[in-house]
């Protein structure tokens, strides 16, 4: 049970510095709505080392803390719309089974994006801005893809740290 806790306080405190750093970059790439998605790196990792019910509060309290310190109202609904959506999608394939690691966070990366899109459509009241879909389909991919090959290289040394690791005080 600490150890749950444990994981859950650092995952949240991961992805808010994750969000942090990512409002630093100025990097724009010209669409509204499109970034790096740094702090989704964490909630994929969470995905696979917490229940789901955990993974979900952790992507609900990441938005809504980020979107409180360094976003706006807006920010936060586009944001939970998408980190909702993405992360049913992605515990509904982790659990069909069959999928990599990189799979499904391209999934989550797709997927969070257009959620974000739906909610721009009910915001603005027109279906115009579905012209942003290709190339939101395609930044989810390559982002989903990134944060994918990540998320598995530290699952990987996660279970080796398990592995490796050794009760305190013990001398074996």
């Given at each position: ?81 998408g980190a ?53 389909l395609v ?34």
């Open positions: 049970m600490r150890d749950r806790v444990a994981y859950f306080g650092v995952f949240t405190a991961l992805a808010l510095i994750f969000s942090y750093v990512e409002s630093l970059i100025p990097i724009s790439f010209g669409i509204p709505g499109v970034k790096l998605g740094l702090a989704n790196l964490i909630i994929v990792t969470a995905l696979f080392k917490l229940e789901l019910k955990e993974a979900f509060l952790l992507s609900v309290v990441r938005v809504l803390l980020s979107g409180f310190l360094f976003g706006n109202y807006f920010s936060i609904i586009y944001s939970l719309a909702l959506l993405s992360l049913s999608v992605m515990a509904l394939l982790k659990r069909a089974g069959g999928f990599s690691i990189v799979g499904i966070s391209i999934a989550g990366g797709v997927f969070h994006n257009i959620g974000q899109l739906f909610v721009a459509m009910i915001v603005v009241e027109m279906f115009s801005v579905a012209y942003y879909v290709p190339v939101l930044a989810g991919l390559l982002t989903g893809g990134v944060i994918g090959i990540l998320a598995r290289e530290i699952l990987k040394r996660l279970a080796g740290l398990q592995a490796g690791s050794r009760e305190p005080g013990r001398n074996d």
